[in-house]
């Protein structure tokens, strides 16, 4: 059992927000779980999450339950509230175990949606306190390790929260794919990155409904689950190597979590295409608009602080590990979530495909040293 997950979940519960965890100043306006119709969702400034109808739609797991009792999207999944929720660690162990699983890294669900709240001083604090509360949960735990979250609204608390989060064992601090409506190259972010470059956290740059005018589009679930979910992962690659930021944070390693591999290929091609082509034809007549990376696209590949997460399913592995090398891919189970595949870990080892030391770096060696593990 050596494999090593690199995007596992924690589903949210009223204990994230404890007044053990929660700033005292913020405790009248802490989140709550409320009942409609047999579905649980969280009210935050009495908005309610997810909000799976409408325009701006989102679908989230959390909360599990109402009152103790299970709600309708809640039934009916493998694993126990204990093992979802972390409020059972031996639980979720067990469920591990079972799926061949040696460490997991996990990753908040509730934050997948922006904005919770357009509070910013809450926003910061119901961060803080999903960190002290997973940070109490795990801490010292050998196979659960966590990743942060911080509010780039607030970037001076998003900073304390980093070195925060460090101080009570994170091993990442996530992101989604844009700043809301800012991309991840605004220069207002640099002090957030020079704290997670100066943790030796890892970024993880997770899919998630993060940019309101594109999330806005949007009013079924089903097209925003494909488009507003997935792109910002993509809008984050272009940012951070476009914008300058990997040449700024050398040291800083980055993956990008839940939307598959294959849009690498695209990617790289469409900046490397880009780079090449308005790089030698602006430099002649609008300097400002040189781009502000000093090297090609592939060059931040091959230094090895970016890593891509595959799905099981990637028909275009073996392309894709063959352009990006062989150390840059690593595999999320997306445990305990009701849409992952079960037995992730043995299904890629089923394959014929790629090489057997190929698995044993998606598996293990590429995440232990995404997490500096």
Same mark, same amino acid.
């Given at each position: 059992?050596?494999?090593?997950?690199?995007?596992?979940?924690?589903?949210?519960?009223?204990?994230?927000?404890?007044?053990?965890?929660?700033?005292?100043?913020?405790?009248?306006?802490?989140?709550?779980?409320?009942? $409609?119709?047999?579905?649980?969702?969280?009210?935050?400034?009495?908005?309610?999450?997810?909000?799976?109808?409408?325009?701006?739609?989102?679908?989230?797991?959390?909360?599990?339950?109402?009152?103790?009792?299970?709600?309708?999207?809640?039934?009916?999944?493998?694993?126990?509230?204990?093992?979802?929720?972390?409020?059972?660690?031996?639980?979720?162990?067990?469920?591990?175990?079972?799926?061949?699983?040696?460490?997991?890294?996990?990753?908040?669900?509730?934050?997948?949606?922006?904005?919770?709240?357009?509070?910013?001083?809450?926003?910061?604090?119901?961060?803080?306190?999903?960190?002290? %509360?997973?940070?109490?949960?795990?801490?010292?735990?050998?196979?659960?390790? %966590?990743?942060? $979250?911080?509010?780039?609204?607030?970037?001076?608390?998003?900073?304390?929260?980093?070195?925060?989060?460090?101080?009570? *064992?994170?091993?990442?601090?996530?992101?989604?794919?844009?700043?809301?409506?800012?991309?991840?190259?605004?220069?207002?972010?640099?002090?957030?990155?020079?704290?997670?470059?100066?943790?030796?956290?890892?970024?993880?740059?997770?899919?998630? %409904?993060?940019?309101?005018?594109?999330?806005?589009?949007?009013?079924?679930?089903?097209?925003? *689950?494909?488009?507003?979910?997935?792109?910002?992962?993509?809008?984050?690659?272009?940012?951070?190597?476009?914008?300058?930021?990997?040449?700024?944070?050398?040291?800083?390693?980055? $993956?990008?979590?839940?939307?598959?591999?294959?849009?690498?290929?695209?990617?790289?091609?469409?900046?490397?295409?880009?780079?090449?082509?308005?790089?030698?034809?602006?430099?002649?007549?609008?300097?400002?608009?040189?781009?502000?990376?000093?090297?090609?696209?592939?060059?931040?590949?091959?230094?090895?602080?970016?890593?891509?997460?595959?799905?099981?399913?990637?028909?275009?592995?073996?392309?894709?590990?063959?352009?990006?090398?062989?150390?840059?891919?690593?595999?999320?189970?997306?445990?305990?979530?009701?849409?992952?595949?079960?037995?992730?870990?043995?299904?890629?080892?089923?394959?014929?495909?790629?090489?057997?030391?190929?698995?044993?770096?998606?598996?293990?060696?590429?995440?232990?040293?995404?997490?500096?593990?």
């Amino acid at each position: 059992m050596d494999c090593v997950d690199a995007d596992g979940h924690v589903e949210e519960c009223l204990e994230t927000f404890d007044d053990k965890y929660l700033d005292p100043n913020f405790r009248g306006q802490k989140p709550r779980v409320v009942g $409609v119709d047999g579905m649980a969702y969280w009210m935050i400034d009495e908005q309610l999450f997810p909000r799976r109808v409408g325009r701006g739609c989102n679908n989230l797991g959390t909360p599990l339950t109402i009152n103790g009792e299970l709600a309708k999207h809640s039934v009916g999944k493998v694993d126990s509230v204990g093992s979802q929720e972390l409020t059972n660690i031996p639980e979720r162990l067990a469920i591990m175990d079972e799926e061949e699983i040696a460490v997991q890294v996990v990753y908040t669900t509730l934050f997948l949606a922006y904005p919770l709240t357009d509070n910013v001083p809450l926003a910061t604090a119901l961060c803080d306190s999903y960190n002290r %509360w997973l940070g109490d949960r795990l801490s010292g735990n050998d196979r659960l390790k %966590w990743a942060a $979250v911080v509010n780039l609204d607030d970037v001076d608390g998003a900073v304390r929260s980093v070195n925060e989060a460090a101080s009570l *064992g994170a091993v990442s601090v996530m992101v989604l794919g844009t700043a809301g409506d800012r991309l991840l190259d605004d220069d207002a972010l640099l002090p957030f990155y020079e704290a997670v470059e100066g943790n030796n956290l890892a970024l993880g740059v997770h899919v998630g %409904w993060s940019c309101p005018s594109v999330n806005n589009l949007y009013s079924h679930i089903y097209p925003s *689950g494909v488009i507003a979910f997935h792109m910002p992962v993509l809008m984050a690659c272009t940012s951070l190597i476009a914008g300058g930021i990997l040449d700024r944070f050398p040291a800083m390693r980055t $993956v990008f979590l839940e939307a598959g591999c294959m849009w690498v290929p695209f990617m790289l091609d469409r900046l490397k295409h880009r780079y090449e082509n308005q790089g030698e034809l602006l430099l002649k007549f609008i300097p400002e608009c040189v781009p502000k990376q000093a090297l090609p696209a592939m060059d931040y590949v091959e230094k090895g602080n970016l890593f891509f997460s595959a799905e099981i399913e990637d028909s275009l592995l073996p392309h894709v590990m063959a352009e990006v090398g062989q150390g840059q891919i690593v595999m999320g189970t997306d445990m305990p979530h009701g849409d992952r595949e079960r037995f992730a870990a043995r299904m890629l080892r089923e394959r014929t495909d790629i090489s057997d030391a190929d698995k044993d770096a998606i598996l293990d060696a590429n995440p232990r040293r995404l997490y500096a593990l």
